[in-house]
């Protein structure tokens, strides 16, 4: 019975108020006789990668009836991380994701759907509604929004958000006027979609299809192609296939399909914010996928694309080069690619690039193996005295004069303070920005640290200074940023001893992220420590504090 779950809430004698509520929306009696569809649809007139979801959403509703089900939609949350950035609005951020999967699956549950469409598109909203597909477990496809295009900052020059973010330590550097930041600001970004480079949204939604619980196409097809409303209805017709097949997520999310994401993951040059997402995502799946996956598929697995902010290719550029699936079918040939993994398409990897006849239509935007940017992917993990159980930098958009220096720590208790040295031309060449106390539980909230990344490449320092923080950054950070620092200084982390004028040993190729300071000398500043105090006024991140675990686990709620 394809409506079991369903059937329990509206058929039989004792059932009958329930049908009365359920005729109350409308509903005839033959909808209600076919399988209740769940689409969770993210829109909202705040964030600009969502505001176009409710032509997904009907895309979707349309597929589910021309494959025989009845959809009933409802929403979800979604904070853009941009407009939230650089003010209080970021400790929220990391906080909705694990808010999103909990109202997904208190409105699933509640209403005994036999099926769920997800309908995300930016940052935390992907990987908080693959959190509710791993826990919830039945069938279920992810169609995203898909991604913005480009904008122009002049006469035959492309942008996007991270342009004008670093615009704005031109402008303080004298590179430019703030009447010709403002002209930027206007064209940068043309309308709707995730941001148009390979940040944090874009990176989800390419690794939800290379996971295969997206169809081909979800992670690079334009928000504004029509392809991407027939991708909508594929996805609404697709999930009662997976309903009359018994597909289920957790038939799908697999130690080996993980993997396949992790290396389409270092091919693409994806956001850091992946080691945060997919380890949280395959917690909820109950799998073990640490730190240590990423690494080791970072060492395998070449770095094949430079999207922006690290290359001047955009996503629509990758979509016309031939998205995910080529990039997946050349890492097929390091045999990097478990072929045998099943798709929501209901075949598997192997068939699904054979059926696309999946291959590079143009080199440029995807390198083959053998003319990769580097050998390595295009994340790795550090680790040392300074970060035992881990640090993540975006290697492949690191100077090649940072990926092995020793930098003297400026430290900074807070993001406003570090952002206000570096425009006052505080920061020299040689100088390691740390901010501290602003992790997960000591932010709280891990903020994203785009502001002053972006301030430090804008002013001409991207290839002399470094920035390290127990918080994150944004998927469009570009240089020697090395975030997620664990443990935190909130959780008694080294970072929270070190000093101005302390030299930390930074060397990606071998992984290493030393503070270079006499273990007697640590103990003594560890002796004398007063953390700063910081009252949080806002009672959500209050319990979210005391709930959430590490960075280096994914930064999920601890068990309860």
């Not at 705040?46 to 349309?62: S, Y």
């Not at 940072?402 to 060449?429: H, N, Q, T, W, Y």
Request: hydrophobic share 40%.
């Amino acid at each position: 019975m394809h409506d079991e779950r369903s059937h329990k809430m509206k058929s039989g004698l004792e059932k009958a108020p329930h049908r009365s509520l359920l005729y109350a929306l409308g509903l005839t009696r033959e909808e209600m006789n076919r399988p209740l569809i769940g689409v969770v649809n993210a829109a909202n007139e705040v964030v600009p990668g969502h505001i176009h979801l409710d032509r997904i959403a009907e895309a979707v509703k349309a597929g589910v009836r021309i494959a025989g089900g009845t959809p009933l939609e409802f929403p979800a949350i979604a904070v853009c991380d941009g407009i939230a950035m650089n003010h209080e609005g970021m400790r929220f951020s990391l906080p909705s994701r694990e808010f999103i999967c909990d109202s997904i699956e208190i409105m699933a549950r509640a209403h005994a759907f036999d099926g769920l469409v997800f309908i995300p598109n930016c940052d935390k909203c992907v990987p908080g509604m693959l959190m509710a597909m791993m826990r919830l477990n039945i069938p279920s496809v992810l169609i995203s929004g898909g991604p913005m295009l480009p904008g122009y900052s002049g006469p035959g020059k492309q942008a996007d958000l991270i342009s004008v973010f670093e615009a704005v330590g031109g402008v303080r550097a004298g590179k430019l006027t703030e009447d010709e930041l403002e002209e930027m600001t206007e064209h940068a970004c043309p309308g709707c979609g995730a941001c148009a480079g390979m940040f944090t949204a874009n990176s989800m939604n390419c690794l939800a299809e290379a996971i295969g619980v997206a169809l081909p196409g979800n992670g690079t097809i334009p928000a504004v192609d029509a392809a991407r409303v027939r991708l909508g209805k594929q996805a609404g017709m697709r999930v009662m296939d997976l309903l009359a097949k018994n597909i289920r997520p957790l038939d799908i999310v697999t130690q080996e399909s993980v993997a396949n994401a992790v290396a389409v993951d270092m091919a693409l040059g994806c956001s850091t914010n992946t080691v945060l997402h997919l380890p949280a995502i395959s917690g909820e799946a109950g799998l073990k996928v640490g730190l240590e996956i990423f690494d080791e598929v970072s060492r395998k697995a070449p770095n094949l694309c430079k999207l922006s902010p690290a290359g001047k290719y955009y996503m629509v550029d990758l979509d016309r080069a031939g998205g995910i699936p080529a990039v997946m079918q050349e890492l097929s040939k390091l045999g990097l690619i478990h072929k045998d993994c099943l798709t929501a398409t209901g075949q598997t990897v192997g068939d699904n690039l054979v059926n696309l006849k999946a291959e590079i239509r143009d080199k440029a935007v995807i390198h083959p193996i053998e003319e990769a940017y580097s050998k390595e992917g295009g994340i790795a993990i550090l680790k040392g005295n300074l970060a035992p159980e881990g640090a993540v930098v975006k290697q492949s958009a690191v100077a090649k004069e940072m990926m092995a220096r020793d930098v003297r720590a400026r430290v900074f208790e807070s993001e406003e303070a570090a952002m206000k040295a570096i425009l006052d031309g505080e920061i020299k060449p040689g100088d390691g920005v740390v901010i501290r106390y602003e992790g997960p539980k000591g932010g709280p909230g891990m903020r994203e640290m785009l502001s002053p990344t972006a301030a430090i490449t804008g002013m001409g320092l991207g290839k002399d200074v470094a920035l390290l923080t127990d918080g994150r950054f944004s998927g469009g950070t570009n240089g020697a940023a090395i975030g997620h620092i664990s443990p935190e200084a909130a959780d008694d982390g080294i970072i929270g001893l070190v000093a101005d004028g302390d030299i930390i040993h930074i060397d990606i190729p071998n992984r290493k992220l030393d503070l270079l300071v006499a273990e007697e000398e640590l103990a003594k500043r560890r002796a004398s420590l007063v953390k700063p105090k910081k009252e949080c006024p806002y009672p959500v991140l209050r319990r979210y504090a005391k709930l959430v675990s590490s960075a280096s686990t994914g930064g999920r709620y601890k068990e309860v």
